[in-house]
Protein backbone atom coordinates (compact mmCIF):
# COMPACT_ATOMS: atom_id res chain seq x y z
CA UNK A 1 0.00 0.00 0.00
CA UNK A 2 1.12 3.50 -1.20
CA UNK A 3 -0.29 6.23 1.56
CA UNK A 4 -0.52 9.55 -0.54
CA UNK A 5 -1.10 12.48 2.46
CA UNK A 6 -2.40 15.88 0.86
CA UNK A 7 -1.80 19.02 2.89
CA UNK A 8 -3.69 21.53 1.79
CA UNK A 9 -2.06 25.58 3.31
CA UNK A 10 -1.94 29.00 3.36
CA UNK A 11 0.52 31.04 5.21
CA UNK A 12 0.99 28.33 7.99
CA UNK A 13 4.86 27.71 7.91
CA UNK A 14 5.37 27.21 11.80
CA UNK A 15 2.20 24.86 11.95
CA UNK A 16 3.30 23.09 8.60
CA UNK A 17 6.76 22.40 9.68
CA UNK A 18 5.10 20.53 12.90
CA UNK A 19 2.84 18.49 11.29
CA UNK A 20 5.51 17.00 8.45
CA UNK A 21 7.39 16.66 11.29
CA UNK A 22 5.33 14.55 12.92
CA UNK A 23 4.77 12.66 9.71
CA UNK A 24 8.37 12.24 9.70
CA UNK A 25 8.78 10.56 13.53
CA UNK A 26 5.33 8.38 13.58
CA UNK A 27 6.59 6.49 10.22
CA UNK A 28 6.62 3.10 10.90
CA UNK A 29 8.49 0.16 8.14
CA UNK A 30 5.90 -1.40 5.77
CA UNK A 31 4.25 1.64 4.95
CA UNK A 32 5.22 3.50 1.87
CA UNK A 33 4.26 7.20 1.64
CA UNK A 34 4.36 10.10 0.06
CA UNK A 35 3.27 13.76 0.75
CA UNK A 36 1.90 16.43 -1.49
CA UNK A 37 1.14 20.00 -0.08
CA UNK A 38 -0.98 22.02 -1.92
CA UNK A 39 0.02 26.14 -1.31
CA UNK A 40 -2.83 28.26 -1.82
CA UNK A 41 -0.87 31.60 -2.96
CA UNK A 42 1.44 31.97 0.95
CA UNK A 43 3.44 34.75 0.73
CA UNK A 44 5.53 33.98 3.83
CA UNK A 45 7.92 30.42 3.93
CA UNK A 46 5.32 28.65 3.93
CA UNK A 47 6.58 26.69 0.26
CA UNK A 48 9.65 26.33 1.60
CA UNK A 49 9.11 24.71 4.66
CA UNK A 50 7.19 21.98 2.41
CA UNK A 51 10.14 21.52 0.08
CA UNK A 52 12.34 20.67 2.85
CA UNK A 53 10.40 17.58 3.65
CA UNK A 54 8.56 16.65 0.14
CA UNK A 55 9.45 17.41 -3.57
CA UNK A 56 5.98 16.93 -3.93
CA UNK A 57 4.43 21.00 -3.87
CA UNK A 58 2.25 23.04 -6.30
CA UNK A 59 1.10 26.33 -5.66
CA UNK A 60 -2.47 27.18 -6.16
CA UNK A 61 -3.57 30.40 -5.54
CA UNK A 62 -6.99 31.68 -5.05
CA UNK A 63 -9.09 28.25 -4.95
CA UNK A 64 -11.15 26.66 -2.44
CA UNK A 65 -9.99 23.94 0.03
CA UNK A 66 -11.68 21.54 -1.95
CA UNK A 67 -10.18 22.13 -5.01
CA UNK A 68 -6.76 21.69 -3.09
CA UNK A 69 -7.51 18.79 -1.82
CA UNK A 70 -8.77 17.47 -5.57
CA UNK A 71 -5.45 18.68 -7.18
CA UNK A 72 -2.86 17.22 -4.09
CA UNK A 73 -5.61 13.75 -5.08
CA UNK A 74 -4.68 14.34 -8.65
CA UNK A 75 -0.96 14.75 -8.07
CA UNK A 76 -0.86 11.38 -6.11
CA UNK A 77 0.76 7.95 -6.57
CA UNK A 78 -1.21 5.85 -3.56
CA UNK A 79 -3.82 3.46 -3.02
CA UNK A 80 -5.03 5.23 -0.24
CA UNK A 81 -5.73 9.28 0.29
CA UNK A 82 -4.56 10.87 3.55
CA UNK A 83 -6.35 14.71 3.92
CA UNK A 84 -4.24 15.88 6.38
CA UNK A 85 -4.90 19.67 7.15
CA UNK A 86 -1.34 21.91 7.76
CA UNK A 87 -2.38 22.67 11.83
CA UNK A 88 -2.63 19.38 12.77
CA UNK A 89 0.36 17.03 14.09
CA UNK A 90 -0.15 13.12 14.42
CA UNK A 91 0.37 10.79 16.61
CA UNK A 92 3.61 8.42 17.23
CA UNK A 93 1.22 5.26 16.18
CA UNK A 94 -0.52 7.27 13.32
CA UNK A 95 0.86 4.32 10.88
CA UNK A 96 -0.06 1.63 12.82
CA UNK A 97 -3.28 2.25 13.62
CA UNK A 98 -4.02 2.52 9.65
CA UNK A 99 -2.10 -0.39 8.48
CA UNK A 100 -4.83 -3.16 9.24
CA UNK A 101 -7.19 -1.03 7.02
CA UNK A 102 -5.07 -1.91 3.82
CA UNK A 103 -6.66 -5.13 3.88
CA UNK A 104 -10.08 -4.21 4.35
CA UNK A 105 -11.81 -3.12 1.52
CA UNK A 106 -15.23 -2.97 2.75
CA UNK A 107 -14.19 0.40 4.60
CA UNK A 108 -14.28 3.00 1.44
CA UNK A 109 -13.43 6.09 3.89
CA UNK A 110 -11.87 6.00 7.88
CA UNK A 111 -10.89 8.26 10.46
CA UNK A 112 -11.49 10.43 13.28
CA UNK A 113 -12.03 13.81 14.76
CA UNK A 114 -9.20 15.30 15.50
CA UNK A 115 -7.78 15.75 19.12
CA UNK A 116 -7.30 19.36 20.81
CA UNK A 117 -3.79 19.96 22.15
CA UNK A 118 -2.87 19.85 25.92
CA UNK A 119 -2.40 23.40 26.32
CA UNK A 120 -6.22 24.11 25.07
CA UNK A 121 -8.34 26.62 26.20
CA UNK A 122 -11.76 26.17 27.88
CA UNK A 123 -13.31 27.15 24.55
CA UNK A 124 -11.53 24.51 22.85
CA UNK A 125 -12.09 21.66 25.61
CA UNK A 126 -15.57 22.74 26.00
CA UNK A 127 -16.71 22.22 22.07
CA UNK A 128 -14.34 18.72 22.07
CA UNK A 129 -17.29 17.77 24.18
CA UNK A 130 -19.79 18.45 21.50
CA UNK A 131 -17.50 17.31 18.29
CA UNK A 132 -15.92 14.74 19.40
CA UNK A 133 -16.91 10.91 18.38
CA UNK A 134 -16.51 7.90 20.80
CA UNK A 135 -12.75 6.78 22.55
CA UNK A 136 -10.04 4.78 21.49
CA UNK A 137 -11.05 2.13 23.90
CA UNK A 138 -14.53 2.18 21.39
CA UNK A 139 -12.58 0.91 19.06
CA UNK A 140 -13.69 1.14 15.15
CA UNK A 141 -18.01 2.06 14.43
CA UNK A 142 -19.94 2.78 11.63
CA UNK A 143 -20.54 6.59 11.19
CA UNK A 144 -22.21 9.18 8.86
CA UNK A 145 -19.46 11.43 8.11
CA UNK A 146 -16.06 12.44 9.48
CA UNK A 147 -14.05 15.45 9.23
CA UNK A 148 -11.69 16.16 6.36
CA UNK A 149 -8.73 16.78 8.76
CA UNK A 150 -7.98 13.62 9.46
CA UNK A 151 -9.13 11.36 6.89
CA UNK A 152 -8.44 8.37 4.77
CA UNK A 153 -10.45 7.55 1.28
CA UNK A 154 -9.36 4.94 -1.07
CA UNK A 155 -8.67 6.35 -4.36
CA UNK A 156 -11.30 4.02 -6.34
CA UNK A 157 -13.94 5.08 -4.50
CA UNK A 158 -12.61 9.23 -4.05
CA UNK A 159 -12.49 9.09 -7.81
CA UNK A 160 -15.65 6.87 -8.87
CA UNK A 161 -17.44 10.34 -6.97
CA UNK A 162 -14.86 12.67 -8.54
CA UNK A 163 -13.48 13.65 -5.11
CA UNK A 164 -14.44 16.55 -3.10
CA UNK A 165 -16.87 19.05 -4.88
CA UNK A 166 -15.18 22.07 -5.50
CA UNK A 167 -18.19 24.65 -5.96
CA UNK A 168 -18.31 24.41 -1.71
CA UNK A 169 -16.87 26.84 0.17
CA UNK A 170 -17.49 25.15 3.80
CA UNK A 171 -18.83 21.26 3.81
CA UNK A 172 -16.92 19.57 1.53
CA UNK A 173 -16.11 17.36 3.67
CA UNK A 174 -20.05 16.52 4.44
CA UNK A 175 -21.19 16.58 1.18
CA UNK A 176 -18.40 13.91 0.20
CA UNK A 177 -19.07 11.10 2.83
CA UNK A 178 -22.48 11.68 1.96
CA UNK A 179 -21.90 10.59 -1.76
CA UNK A 180 -18.97 7.92 -0.59
CA UNK A 181 -21.45 5.90 1.19
CA UNK A 182 -23.07 4.63 -1.58
CA UNK A 183 -19.63 2.49 -2.29
CA UNK A 184 -19.11 1.24 1.40
CA UNK A 185 -18.60 1.64 4.77
CA UNK A 186 -17.29 5.02 6.58
CA UNK A 187 -15.72 4.50 9.95
CA UNK A 188 -14.86 6.43 12.80
CA UNK A 189 -11.23 5.02 14.57
CA UNK A 190 -10.79 6.93 17.62
CA UNK A 191 -7.43 5.49 17.57
CA UNK A 192 -5.96 6.73 15.08
CA UNK A 193 -5.07 10.44 16.39
CA UNK A 194 -4.11 13.78 15.22
CA UNK A 195 -4.00 16.92 17.34
CA UNK A 196 -5.92 20.12 16.07
CA UNK A 197 -3.70 23.35 16.98
CA UNK A 198 -5.97 25.54 15.31
CA UNK A 199 -9.09 25.21 16.61
CA UNK A 200 -10.90 28.43 17.53
CA UNK A 201 -9.65 29.36 21.27
CA UNK A 202 -11.96 32.49 22.14
CA UNK A 203 -15.67 33.07 21.96
CA UNK A 204 -15.38 35.49 19.22
CA UNK A 205 -13.09 33.27 17.00
CA UNK A 206 -15.47 30.46 17.65
CA UNK A 207 -18.62 32.57 16.13
CA UNK A 208 -16.59 33.31 12.68
CA UNK A 209 -15.16 30.10 12.49
CA UNK A 210 -18.54 28.38 12.12
CA UNK A 211 -20.45 31.62 10.60
CA UNK A 212 -18.01 31.21 7.95
CA UNK A 213 -18.07 26.90 8.21
CA UNK A 214 -22.32 27.30 8.03
CA UNK A 215 -22.20 29.13 4.49
CA UNK A 216 -22.68 26.16 2.66
CA UNK A 217 -25.01 24.05 4.67
CA UNK A 218 -28.06 24.69 2.20
CA UNK A 219 -25.61 24.07 -0.83
CA UNK A 220 -24.44 20.91 0.17
CA UNK A 221 -28.14 19.47 1.28
CA UNK A 222 -29.38 20.48 -1.74
CA UNK A 223 -26.65 18.82 -3.76
CA UNK A 224 -26.93 14.98 -1.80
CA UNK A 225 -31.15 15.28 -1.46
CA UNK A 226 -32.92 16.26 2.11
CA UNK A 227 -33.25 13.77 4.62
CA UNK A 228 -35.42 14.18 8.00
CA UNK A 229 -32.30 13.44 10.10
CA UNK A 230 -30.37 16.66 9.00
CA UNK A 231 -33.30 18.90 8.85
CA UNK A 232 -32.29 20.25 12.55
CA UNK A 233 -29.15 21.36 11.58
CA UNK A 234 -31.06 24.13 9.29
CA UNK A 235 -34.09 24.19 11.42
CA UNK A 236 -32.43 24.60 15.48
CA UNK A 237 -30.36 27.89 14.00
CA UNK A 238 -33.29 29.50 12.12
CA UNK A 239 -35.34 28.85 15.41
CA UNK A 240 -32.56 30.25 18.11
CA UNK A 241 -32.66 33.36 15.81
CA UNK A 242 -36.22 33.70 16.07
CA UNK A 243 -35.88 33.23 20.30
CA UNK A 244 -32.93 35.33 20.28
CA UNK A 245 -35.24 38.35 18.84
CA UNK A 246 -37.87 37.49 21.07
CA UNK A 247 -36.03 37.05 23.95
CA UNK A 248 -34.28 40.81 23.33
CA UNK A 249 -37.67 42.55 22.48
CA UNK A 250 -39.42 41.02 25.45
CA UNK A 251 -36.78 41.93 27.59
CA UNK A 252 -37.05 45.38 26.43
CA UNK A 253 -40.98 45.63 27.14
CA UNK A 254 -39.83 44.11 30.54
CA UNK A 255 -37.88 46.59 31.42
CA UNK A 256 -40.14 49.11 30.31
CA UNK A 257 -42.76 47.45 32.71
CA UNK A 258 -45.47 46.04 30.26
CA UNK A 259 -45.25 42.65 32.08
CA UNK A 260 -43.05 41.49 34.92
CA UNK A 261 -39.30 40.43 34.37
CA UNK A 262 -40.15 36.93 36.22
CA UNK A 263 -41.89 35.93 32.95
CA UNK A 264 -38.78 37.34 30.50
CA UNK A 265 -36.46 35.21 33.13
CA UNK A 266 -39.37 31.84 33.11
CA UNK A 267 -38.91 31.84 29.49
CA UNK A 268 -35.96 32.10 28.93
CA UNK A 269 -35.72 29.57 31.87
CA UNK A 270 -37.51 27.27 29.53
CA UNK A 271 -35.91 28.63 25.94
CA UNK A 272 -32.39 27.44 27.86
CA UNK A 273 -32.93 24.12 29.91
CA UNK A 274 -32.61 21.62 26.73
CA UNK A 275 -29.27 23.31 25.53
CA UNK A 276 -27.93 23.15 29.53
CA UNK A 277 -29.23 19.24 29.66
CA UNK A 278 -27.61 18.66 26.38
CA UNK A 279 -24.11 20.37 27.65
CA UNK A 280 -24.86 17.82 30.96
CA UNK A 281 -24.95 14.59 28.78
CA UNK A 282 -21.61 16.18 26.27
CA UNK A 283 -19.49 16.91 29.77
CA UNK A 284 -16.40 15.03 30.70
CA UNK A 285 -17.64 12.75 33.64
CA UNK A 286 -15.11 14.08 35.54
CA UNK A 287 -15.90 17.87 34.62
CA UNK A 288 -18.33 19.95 36.58
CA UNK A 289 -20.87 22.87 36.34
CA UNK A 290 -18.30 24.87 35.00
CA UNK A 291 -17.97 22.71 31.50
CA UNK A 292 -21.62 22.22 31.36
CA UNK A 293 -22.24 26.34 30.80
CA UNK A 294 -19.07 26.74 29.16
CA UNK A 295 -20.59 24.04 26.46
CA UNK A 296 -24.12 25.53 26.84
CA UNK A 297 -22.54 29.33 26.06
CA UNK A 298 -20.98 27.73 23.00
CA UNK A 299 -23.82 25.81 21.93
CA UNK A 300 -25.84 28.98 22.03
CA UNK A 301 -22.88 30.70 19.78
CA UNK A 302 -22.73 27.86 17.11
CA UNK A 303 -26.91 28.38 16.58
CA UNK A 304 -26.24 31.99 16.28
CA UNK A 305 -23.38 31.81 14.05
CA UNK A 306 -25.05 29.34 11.76
CA UNK A 307 -28.22 31.01 11.79
CA UNK A 308 -26.75 34.12 10.41
CA UNK A 309 -24.67 32.27 7.80
CA UNK A 310 -27.76 30.90 6.01
CA UNK A 311 -28.72 34.69 4.89
CA UNK A 312 -25.10 36.46 4.70
CA UNK A 313 -23.82 33.67 2.49
CA UNK A 314 -20.63 33.54 0.76
CA UNK A 315 -20.15 37.35 0.44
CA UNK A 316 -19.23 37.80 3.50
CA UNK A 317 -16.85 34.76 3.46
CA UNK A 318 -15.14 35.96 0.80
CA UNK A 319 -14.61 39.43 2.67
CA UNK A 320 -13.56 38.29 5.68
CA UNK A 321 -9.75 36.54 6.94
CA UNK A 322 -11.28 33.88 8.79
CA UNK A 323 -8.78 30.90 8.24
CA UNK A 324 -10.93 27.52 6.86
CA UNK A 325 -9.33 24.66 9.00
Known amino acids: MILSIIIPVKNDAANLQACLQSIKDAHTHGIDYEIIVIDNGSDDNTLAVAQQYTSNTRVVPDATVAALRNIGAEKSSGTLLAFLDSDCTVSENWFKQIDHYSQDDTTICFGSPPDIPASATWVQRCWYQIRRKGSAEDGAFPIEWLESMNLFVRRSAFNAIGGFDESMVTCEDYDLCMRLKSHGAIVCDSSIVAIHHGE ?17 NVQSFRKHGYNLAELPSLLFPLVQLILVAVASLTLALSLGGVFPLTWWIAGVVVWQAPLLLLAFRKKDHDAGMQQAIGISLLVNIYLVARGISLFTGASWANQTAVKTA
Open 200 to 216: AATPLHFYQKERWRGIS
